[in-house]
């Protein structure tokens, strides 16, 4: 198959992009969605050719550094090199006029077994060595080049509109897009497609969401008629979820601390039908407080640092700091200790994350229980990523007693 040609103007977009994230500090996805609209005119194929390179060069910049810096001798800190290094030597789609590394795919290839892991794998040393510490060298390494692999895209069945994933498989195939059921809920898609345009998603049959994203859900498994807190809401995809399990009947309630994160939820939720989904910005501590004692079941999907969702988001390792850790893991164990007061004696609460830190996980339900004797410990699982399932997550199911 021939490849596809990289244009000047694309490339000095591709370019352009990856400096706003490097330099500015901006997320990719942001600064992609910002390229696109300031450049209408790309086809679709050269949308393409921006989105997986600015996605593979972040994912793989350290790689890049180390081979522009210790192989070709190149200044790496020039991110034009290291697109060329990446198209030249690690994909086979596309192709760029006047490379400066051109014919050098073999000895550059070559060069990666000479590295270090943490640079074939991109990964900062400073979260190398946390996770070693943390879950040992043998279970770290084993996680770590799956975390630089393209991640799938996973849909989740709406059932408050359609009945299977099998009746969503056939409506994509009728649209063009190939998928399979993976589970009683979700299909996957085995190549990147615009779902956002076809008639399923806009009649509200479906959402984008990870499959192992969906466990928090299910495992707090709420039930018709129950009133339901989803504490750390952010845009509702799994407040979403749980309404279609409620088939409308009892509440959900959807709570956040940025408003701007739950502006979009209403409008998901008109589109996905459901009618028993309450939306509150958490603006003061007083919003929880009149929730005290009210919830038959509490997610609390809380702020963590995404190591386990790296695959889909690779920016957040080159802004992620073990202080950032630090933070995180203090407000989880503040949301834990001032949010459970939310749940009814007899009720039931779910502590999630996306992370693979156990400090994040594990360690935290532990310490909760610690000091809380009220509440008792009925499952916890770690999920992990890999090639045909979900991201890096974690969910633990806690029942306060009578």
């Known amino acids: 198959m021939a490849k596809i040609q990289i244009h000047p103007p694309i490339l000095q977009g591709i370019h352009e992009a990856l400096r706003q994230i490097f330099e500015e500090g901006y997320y990719a996805d ?11 005119r790309w086809g679709s194929r050269d949308r393409r050719a921006v989105a997986e390179t600015v996605y593979e060069v972040v994912r793989n910049y350290r790689l890049l550094y180390a081979l522009a810096e210790k192989k070709l001798g190149f200044d790496p800190s020039a991110l034009k090199i290291l697109i060329f290094i990446w198209l030249e030597a690690f994909q086979d789609s596309f192709e760029v ?23 074939q794998h991109s990964i900062p040393d400073w979260l190398d060595q946390e996770m070693v510490r943390q879950r040992g060298e043998e279970s770290w390494a084993e996680l770590r080049s799956s975390l630089n692999e393209m991640a799938p895209v996973f849909l989740r069945v709406n059932t408050l509109k359609i009945s299977s994933p099998q009746d969503l498989v056939d409506e994509l195939a009728d649209e063009g897009i190939r998928s399979q059921k993976v589970s009683d809920l979700a299909v996957m898609l085995p190549e990147r497609k615009n779902v956002f345009q076809t008639k399923a998603f806009k009649a509200g049959h479906f959402e984008v969401q990870d499959l192992h994203s ?58 996905a039908g459901v009618q028993n989904l309450e939306i509150r910005p958490i603006e003061s501590s007083k919003v929880i407080k009149r929730l005290h004692g009210k919830a ?105 007693k009578k």
């Not at 942001?30 to 209408?40: A, D, G, M, Y």
């Not at 299910?218 to 504490?231: E, F, R, S």
């Not at 409620?246 to 940025?258: E, P, R, Y």
């Open 30 to 40: 942001k600064v992609l969605e910002r390229t696109f609209k300031s450049n209408r």
């Open 97 to 119: 006029e006047n490379s400066p590394v051109r014919g050098k795919r073999g000895e550059i290839l070559d060069f990666v077994s000479e590295l270090t892991p943490q640079e």
């Open 214 to 271: 969906q466990e928090a859900a299910l495992t707090l498994n709420p039930q018709p008629g129950d009133w339901v807190i989803d504490a750390c809401a952010g845009a509702g995809g799994k407040s979403l979820q749980m309404a279609a399990m409620m088939k409308n009947k009892g509440k959900v309630i959807a709570l956040d601390i940025q408003e701007n994160k739950l502006s979009q939820l209403k409008l998901r939720a008109r589109r």
């Open 296 to 400: 038959d079941r509490l997610l609390l999907d809380v702020p963590c640092t995404g190591v386990g969702v790296l695959r889909r988001n690779p920016d957040t390792k080159w802004k992620l700091t073990l202080e950032r850790l630090r933070e995180l893991e203090k407000i989880q164990k503040s949301i834990l200790a001032d949010y459970s007061k939310m749940v009814k004696p007899g009720g039931e609460m779910v502590y999630s994350t996306c992370s693979l830190f156990p400090s994040e996980n594990l360690k935290q339900v532990e310490g909760f229980l610690a000091a809380h004797p009220d509440f008792e410990l009925k499952f916890e699982k770690e999920f992990f990523p890999g090639p045909s399932v979900g991201d890096g997550f974690y969910v633990a199911l806690l029942q306060k």
